[in-house]
């Protein structure tokens, strides 16, 4: 009766151990199912996250060839050099074409700044008022930004219509080839 | 009448009792790991599927992260770009509109005012110039004042234009007029160009010339960038 007692306690320890190992697999299958489920909805926002940067990406490949042309529009508007003949050449168009005559222009002294250069200059035009105001208009559309300064109007003569016109402006090049 | 009827000595009963209740442990015990084994079976088949789901999405974002590296360039072309402009912008910053204020000016000189001289300078520190003692210049004030009404329109104007907007230059107008009437319109005049602020009459004085009596005046404005405008970098740039 003793040895069968003795039987019985063993056989309920081994069931109890049993049990116990059996609910330590169940929870550990358990856990790792969770992770792998968090692993996958992690990856899962990261691709739609890949996917709306590939959609940006696209419109941006799209609007690739506007973009090349802007950024060579701005070169013009300010390039790796002074190309100060091109300048003076272009003012005098301008006035030119608005019937001013470009008396004088001169440069003063270059000042280097963190990106860019900046180099003032001043010019003396004569002609009449209007064709100021459209020769302003002009330079102000490019293709080189001026920035103008200040602006000096003074009549040459009280009997004519005749304006003498100086303007201290200041153009900009990169220096970064 | 169904009698039935142990014969069995009670040692054979006990262990046919004991035999009885330990078939239905091991029935018990026997569904219980059945159980278990399915559920076992169960968590693991889940997991394979979540872990073929994340072969998958791996194999995607592969996919993907290649796409990516194909497109990267145009992503480089846009910083540039953004480079640029920003250098432009900081290069320009704002510059008043000129030809719209010698336009304004141009269209609304009224017949009785003769320009001179026109001169502005950008500089951080103007249009602080305070009012002079000038006997002929509050008669000038109070003529404008009258032309105006009680509290000046112009002045209010330009009180909410300074509110609005920063001032960053200086204009100088310089001529004569018929009368200090004239002077004082004008001054109305000038209060509604929305690239003026902060107008002050310095100086008004009359003079003869060839048996004519005409006055002279001189007039200090802060120049004012309106908040819409666009700078001479982005137009420049467009």
């Known amino acids: 009766m003793k040895k069968k007692g003795q039987k019985n306690y063993l056989s309920i320890f081994l069931v109890m151990i049993a ?13 790792s199912l969770t992770e792998a489920r968090q692993e996958a909805a992690a990856l899962g926002e990261n691709l739609s996250q890949t996917n709306v940067q590939i959609q940006s990406l696209v ?20 390039p790796e050099e002074p190309l100060e003949d091109l300048l003076i050449g272009d003012l005098q168009i301008k006035a030119s074409s608005h019937d001013l005559q470009l008396v004088q222009v001169s440069f003063d002294q270059y000042a280097s700044q963190k990106d860019y250069v900046e180099m003032p200059f001043n010019m003396t035009l004569e002609g009449q008022y209007l064709d100021l105001i459209y020769f302003l208009k002009d330079l102000q559309r490019g293709p080189r930004a001026v920035q103008v300064r200040g602006i000096n109007i003074t009549k040459v003569d009280p009997d004519l219509p005749l304006i003498k016109i100086a303007i201290s402006a200041c153009t900009f090049y990169t220096n970064n080839k | 009448m169904d009698i039935r009827i142990n014969l069995l000595p009670p040692e054979i009963k006990y ?15 026997a569904v219980i790991f059945v159980l278990f084994i399915c559920l076992a079976v169960g968590l693991q088949i889940a997991k394979e599927k979540v872990n073929r789901d994340i072969a998958k999405l791996q194999q995607q974002k592969m996919l993907l992260e290649q796409q990516v590296a194909t ?16 250098r432009v912008k900081k290069a320009m910053g704002t510059s008043p509109d000129y030809p719209s204020l010698l336009e304004g000016i141009g269209l609304y000189l009224p017949p009785n005012i003769w320009l001179e001289d026109f001169s502005t300078n950008l500089s951080k520190n103007s249009g602080k110039n305070e009012t002079k003692d000038n006997e002929m210049l509050n008669k000038v004030n109070q003529v404008t004042e009258a032309v105006a009404g009680k509290v000046p329109e112009n002045v209010n104007q330009a009180a ?16 004569y007029a018929l009368n200090n009437f004239a002077v004082a319109n004008w001054l109305k005049e000038l209060a509604k160009f929305p690239q003026l602020t902060d107008i002050r009459l310095q100086s008004t004085a009359e003079r003869e010339n060839a048996g004519d ?11 004012a960038e309106p908040k819409d405008k666009k700078s001479a970098g982005q137009r420049a740039g467009e």
């Open chain 2, 15 to 29: 262990q046919l009792e004991q035999r009885k209740k330990q078939q239905k442990i091991m029935m018990l015990a």
């Open chain 2, 71 to 86: 497109l990267k360039p145009y992503a480089e072309l846009q910083a540039k770009k953004e480079q640029v402009d920003n």
């Open chain 1, 19 to 31: 049990g116990v190992l059996m609910l330590f697999f169940i929870h550990h299958q358990l856990m």
């Open chain 2, 213 to 223: 009596i005409f006055t002279t005046f001189e007039i200090r404005a802060s120049l």
């Open chain 1, 59 to 78: 419109k941006l490949q799209n609007q690739a060839v506007d973009m090349q042309e802007q950024i060579d529009k701005l070169a013009q508007v300010m």
């Open chain 2, 160 to 175: 909410s234009k300074e509110k609005q907007v920063v001032s960053y230059g200086e204009v100088m107008l310089r001529g």
